[in-house]
């Protein structure tokens, strides 16, 4: 990892190796306690190494502002406020940039403004267009922000002039139908940021740094092209930008641009092409979770630092692991969007699925130290089994684990195999390291009942999971029949023609390529039409699949929030026949048999997968129960409702922090 961890100057500042931490909205503000909450966040990062953070967006002006509650930096007495912040960075080293967010058309309250009045998509508000006269007074705003920032102590700022925010709407024709001075023509399009860069680096100290967030490809029709994106590069450096930083899509493109459909490292192509256009450092992000793959974006000169914001949600130590050469123990981002992303859009606060400790500092804290050792047996090498026994066993406990099966993981062995889920194997690749380094006493191949395990432990912990649900339908017997285990186990192979019974969450086929990937989704990464968007070419589907569901609601409506959209999407690109409000009549050589709205059919079909969700396995947690044993149940086991890994590793890392 040697250009990785090697350090840059850039103006009087040195960042001591190439890994930033990225811009999260994390909402800890709004919880109780938020300022130590977002202090105890940052430093932990900042104490493992990362050479630079950015901070969540702050508004400039009230006009900018997220949605109600959101930060806003505005006066002196919220400068002062933020100083204990930088402070607990500094302390530990790190550099700490704050980020100038304006939302423009994407704020969620009536005082929007923008570029013009379009109203985006993803908003059901639409924007006042900002006057003339307004568009200075928010330029104005920005730097009086950048001002705020240096009185607090910060060493520089993002101004954030990508991913479709208010910078981002001044200069693209989708969303600036302005014909003044801030729209029209090129020239024109670009002003607005070169004016708000222009004039912090005429107002601020000369070793306050200033990057800009630059959107690299727009992904939305009537996007800029390269070319526009390259004179705008070029402006923004000449107006005094130190750094430029990279962003991939508009909030309102219909591409997935973080989400784990996405291959690594997918967008580096148009990361090296803004390279290739300014002599100042360039940052990639987006989908950048592991070191070998940061260290291969330096190596191959296509970016100058690299900014990850997920992995450091799923691991505080990632930097300080890469330089102490334990890269194998780094918990991996998933890119699952389900506790970061996905809470942020339902007014919740940002943590992680696979670290839930991650914006819960002061609840968790170090893992301190049991006070008494316990034995203690864990029946299940699930997602809550595994993470139970390895922080119970970091705490001190001596902690047996047994599974029925010859290898960990339990379902996530199911989920690595879906598709386009293959980073759910990082999970298991951690969570074996943490048995190793932590002493757990595995035990693969075994099963236990109540009488076996007998009066040996302190302390009995049931993570036996779930077992798929078997509907009761005539016929479910019939060979032609098999679970989703079964198919994703790679025990049974699906014929030509498949139905799949889904009451939860819809399957789609992913790409693995880059290639084929931007071809599924029509992305042109050269930006050579604007926004970067060329036609869409699907795979042709290898089976004729039909979706089948009993209620009448829409296919995975319980979905994640930034990922159910992609999934939709995908089965209707492949061609799925979806048919809803069905009853299933029964299963014979015929097919299955089914009755839409009064209207009965026969679907001539080669394989019936049931998807019909999941029930506890919670017979040994009943058998200790009843032999009066005091016991503990987590995971599936404990609650089945639909597969949540997110909730089985919390609930055992919970309750080994109270053994």
Request: proline residues 4%; aromatic residues 6%.
């Amino acid at each position: 990892m040697r250009r990785l961890l090697s350090p840059l100057a850039v103006r009087s500042r040195v960042l001591k190796n190439r890994v930033i931490m990225g811009s999260m909205h994390t909402r800890l503000e709004s919880l109780p306690n938020g300022l130590a909450r977002q202090i105890a966040f940052y430093a932990a990062r900042a104490r493992n190494g990362v050479a630079l953070i950015v901070t969540g967006g702050y508004a400039p002006n009230q006009e900018g502002r997220l949605e109600d509650g959101a930060p806003v930096l505005e006066t002196t007495d919220g400068a002062r406020a933020l100083m204990p912040i930088v402070e607990s960075i500094h302390e530990h080293g790190s550099l700490v940039l704050l980020q100038i967010l304006h939302a423009g058309r994407y704020a969620r309250h009536d005082g929007a403004v923008g570029a013009s009045s379009r109203a985006s998509p993803i908003n059901p508000r639409a924007p006042r267009a900002l006057t003339p006269d307004e568009v200075e007074r928010t330029i104005e705003d920005y730097v009086r922000c950048a001002e705020l920032a240096s009185m607090a102590g910060f060493d520089g700022v993002e101004i954030m002039g990508s991913e479709g925010y208010l910078i981002n709407q001044f200069t693209a024709r989708r969303t600036n139908d302005r014909n003044d001075e801030w729209g029209g023509d090129v020239e024109r399009l670009r002003r607005f940021p070169v004016e708000i860069v222009r004039r912090t680096r005429a107002r601020l100290p000369r070793d306050f740094l200033i990057m800009y967030r630059i959107s690299a490809l727009d992904l939305v029709e009537e996007g800029n092209d390269a070319a526009d994106i390259a004179l705008q590069a070029r402006a923004i450096e000449a107006a005094g930008a130190d750094i430029l930083n990279t962003g991939i899509g508009w909030h309102e493109a219909k591409v997935p641009t973080v989400a784990y459909f996405v291959p690594r490292a997918a967008w580096l192509d148009a990361t090296a092409r803004l390279k290739a256009e300014v002599r100042i450092p360039v940052v990639a992000s987006n989908r950048i979770n592991m070191p070998d793959i940061a260290e291969a974006v330096l190596a191959d000169g296509k970016a100058d630092l690299v900014s990850l914001a997920r992995p450091f949600l799923a691991d505080a130590a990632f930097v300080r692991k890469v330089v102490e050469g334990r890269e194998a123990e780094i918990n991996t981002c998933i890119a699952c969007n389900q506790a970061c992303l996905d809470f942020i859009f339902r007014d919740r606060p940002a943590s992680c699925l696979v670290n839930p400790r991650a914006g819960r500092e002061l609840d968790f804290d170090d893992v301190a130290p049991a006070t008494a050792r316990k034995r203690i047996a864990v029946v299940g090498a699930g997602a809550a089994g595994l993470a139970f026994s390895t922080t119970a066993a970091e705490r001190g406990h001596d902690v047996h684990l047994f599974e029925a099966e010859p290898r960990i993981g339990g379902q996530l062995n199911y989920a690595s195999e879906v598709p386009g889920k293959s980073e759910f194997n990082e999970l298991k690749r951690y969570f074996a390291r943490r048995l190793e380094l932590t002493s757990v006493a595995l035990r693969l191949d075994t099963r236990v009942s109540a009488a076996a395990i007998g009066n040996d432990f302190d302390r009995i912990v049931i993570a036996t999971g779930v077992v798929p649900r078997i509907p009761d339908i005539s016929g479910i017997e019939h060979p032609k029949v098999v679970s989703y285990p079964d198919i994703l186990s790679g025990r049974v192979r699906a014929g030509r023609l498949a139905a799949f019974l889904l009451h939860g969450e819809a399957r789609a086929d992913g790409i693995d390529a880059t290639a084929h990937f931007m071809a599924e989704w029509g992305v042109d990464v050269s930006s050579a039409r604007p926004g970067g968007l060329v036609a869409e070419c699907a795979p042709a589907p290898g089976r004729e699949v039909y979706l089948l569901q009993r209620s009448n609601g829409r296919f995975g409506r319980t979905l994640g929030v930034t990922t159910g959209w992609i999934l939709r999407a995908a089965v209707h690109r492949a061609g799925i026949r979806s048919i809803a409000g069905c009853v299933y009549l029964g299963i014979d050589d015929a097919g299955l048999h089914l009755d839409v709205a009064g209207s009965r059919r026969a679907l001539d079909v080669d394989t019936i997968v049931v998807c019909a969700g999941q029930e506890s396995n919670r017979s040994l947690y009943d058998d200790f129960k009843k032999a009066g044993r005091e016991v503990d149940i987590i995971g599936g086991a404990d609650v089945a409702a639909e597969l949540d890994a997110m909730r089985a590793i919390d609930q055992g890392v919970r309750l080994a922090m109270t053994v």
